[in-house]
């Protein structure tokens, strides 16, 4: 069965400076990898993906993603936090192929707070 | 131009009522999903249909019950409600395409049982 962690529940970093969400995936076989962001009472909006092609994933908002198959990793980051990157984070895995269907196992989840 | 729409977005009822809550999409998807997000914000999926048929049924009380009239829609009917079925539930849906199954959400319906 798969599973996600998401390394730290709550990341607090100030304006302009590096943020850096954590998520680590277990798996037999690398699967399709997510970002989502949650801001408050809304839906979940998807960041970026990945596929197998680009290790490296750029998504919206100037947010990326790195996937270290070696270190069963894929990690989001943003060079520069913005007050409106404020939200809660989830990272969520797919097997590939078979039969799931795309069910996702999402991780728990990380709020971050950016201050001025 | 919603892409996923849920409605009613807010639902207050009392326990052991039944209720609905339904969902539509408008992006084509040929498969649609229902998560459930508790008080602690975790996500875990309950059901999903594809073409109409069921293909995901997790381990959800009896009570709950989908429905798929057509590719564009998924409804979700609970039985008997419960204080603990108090959750927001979100709708998703997808297109298989190159099978990675990217999943849109809709913005949820947060349901309130008293």
């Known amino acids: 069965a798969q599973s996600v962690t998401q390394l730290g529940s709550h990341v607090s970093v100030s304006e302009g400076a590096l943020v850096l969400l954590r998520c680590n995936y277990s798996?037999?076989?690398?699967?399709?990898l997510f970002w989502y962001v949650q801001y408050p009472n809304q839906g979940l909006q998807l960041l970026l993906k990945?596929?197998?092609?680009?290790?490296l994933v750029k998504g919206i908002n100037g947010f990326e993603a790195e996937f270290k198959k070696s270190e069963t990793s894929f990690h989001l980051t943003k060079p520069s936090a913005h007050m409106s990157d404020a939200a809660e984070y989830f990272c969520?895995?797919?097997?590939?192929?078979?039969?799931?269907?795309?069910?996702?196992?999402f991780g728990q989840g990380t709020i971050l707070t950016v201050h001025p | 131009d919603t892409a996923v729409s849920q409605t009613p977005k807010y639902l207050v009822t009392q326990m052991g009522n039944d209720k609905s809550i339904k969902c539509e999409q408008n992006l084509g998807h040929d498969t649609m999903y229902w998560y459930k997000q508790d008080s602690k914000k975790f996500l875990k999926i309950m059901f999903s249909y594809n073409n109409k048929e069921l293909i995901i049924n997790e381990t959800v009380p009896n009570r709950f019950s989908p429905k798929s009239p057509d590719k564009a829609h998924l409804n979700l009917h609970i039985n008997s409600l419960e204080l603990g079925d108090s959750a927001v539930y979100f709708c998703?849906?997808?297109?298989?395409?190159?099978?990675?199954?990217?999943?849109?959400f809709g913005p949820g319906t947060r349901l309130t049982v008293t």
């Open positions: 798996s037999s076989v690398p699967p399709y």
């Open positions: 990945y596929t197998s092609a680009a290790t």
């Open positions: 969520a895995v797919t097997p590939r192929g078979g039969t799931s269907y795309g069910k996702l196992t």
């Open positions: 998703a849906s997808s297109h298989p395409g190159t099978g990675v199954y990217e999943q849109y």
